[in-house]
């Protein structure tokens, strides 16, 4: 895991733009993950946030202590 992949996993959510630099993957498909609730994610006024926790589940790696 690179440094900044370890900095966006030591918080406890992430932003749409993380998580897609994270999985790798284009705006669209992590906007359309969200809507379709594939993504668990919720919003604070208009911000989305994903939770590293469901990220960290799906790529294999541990939860922080």
Known sequence: MDDTTAAI??????????????????????????????IPSFRIGNSIRIPTSWLRDKLGIPQAA
């Open 9 to 38: 996993l030591a918080n406890l959510a992430c932003t749409p733009q993380e998580a897609r630099k994270i999985l790798r993957t284009g705006k669209n498909v992590i906007y359309a993950a969200v809507e379709s609730g594939e």
